[in-house]
């Protein structure tokens, strides 16, 4: 994005004062602007689509609905939007959902006021932004990564297509969804999960699906 324009911001919270409290730090940003706020989850959406913003803040825990559902359909619709989540939630689990989705940006909100204008500097320029205070799980993340990469080998020699097929088994998609999602036939979705299933030594009916969901945070 061109250093010059304007950014646009779209601010879904559920406390007012927090959310002006947002508002106020951000406009402050010469170049940041705010092109519209909601306290509503059921409205996040509907002002995605209608105003067009390049960032969203987004609550993880707002009336009407789940954050993560929303960073979800949002990303699975395609909107060309990048993602902050603000939350209260320390916890990894929640942490790596987040991340699982393909959020940009996880703000704690006790650190928001010193970190919101960085995460978004960051996510603009295509990086992504962590609070500080929880930057070691993103560091866990990558250590059992590479931990999953040395145990199953395999994974290094699957194709790209493979590899894309093997994070959509992970979501649980049926190979129908799959060949829905990638334009293929079905047929080609199940010679791709057998070659899978080959290359990381995987036997049994439901051998490739577990092994997916359980490694979903890692591929």
């Known amino acids: 994005m061109d250093s010059e324009e304007a950014v646009r911001i779209l601010i879904a919270d559920d406390h007012p004062v927090f959310r002006k409290g947002l508002?106020?730090?951000?406009?402050?940003?010469?170049?940041?602007?705010?092109?519209?706020?909601t306290g509503d989850g059921s409205q996040v959406i509907k002002l995605v689509r209608e105003l067009k913003p390049d960032i969203l803040l987004l609550d993880l825990n707002?009336?009407?609905?789940?954050?993560?559902?929303?960073?979800?359909?949002?990303?699975?619709?395609?909107?060309?939007v990048?993602?902050?989540?603000?939350?209260?939630?320390?916890?990894?689990?929640?942490?790596?959902?987040a991340m699982d989705i393909g959020v940009r940006g996880y703000v704690l909100k006790e650190s928001a006021v010193n970190d919101i204008l960085e995460s978004i500097r960051s996510v603009v320029e295509d990086q992504y932004y962590i609070t500080p205070a929880i930057s070691k799980y993103l560091m866990n993340r990558r250590n059992k990564k590479e931990s999953i990469s040395m145990d199953n080998p395999g994974l290094n020699d699957l194709t790209p297509n493979e590899?894309?097929?093997?994070?959509?088994?992970?979501?649980?998609?049926?190979?129908?969804?799959?060949?829905?999602?990638?334009?293929?036939?079905?047929?080609?979705?199940?010679?791709?999960?057998?070659?899978?299933?080959?290359?990381?030594?995987?036997?049994?009916?439901?051998?490739?699906?577990?092994?997916?969901?359980?490694?979903?945070?890692?591929?």
């Open 23 to 37: 508002c106020d730090i951000v406009s402050g940003e010469k170049r940041f602007v705010v092109v519209g706020e």
């Open 62 to 80: 707002m009336p009407g609905s789940n954050g993560l559902d929303i960073a979800a359909l949002l990303y699975d619709k395609k909107y060309p």
């Open 82 to 97: 990048k993602i902050i989540v603000l939350t209260m939630h320390k916890e990894e689990g929640i942490f790596n959902k």
């Open 163 to 219: 590899k894309k097929i093997l994070k959509l088994i992970s979501e649980n998609k049926s190979s129908k969804d799959i060949a829905d999602i990638l334009f293929i036939s079905i047929r080609t979705v199940e010679n791709h999960r057998m070659n899978i299933c080959n290359k990381l030594g995987l036997h049994g009916s439901n051998a490739l699906l577990k092994f997916a969901i359980e490694n979903k945070s890692y591929l």
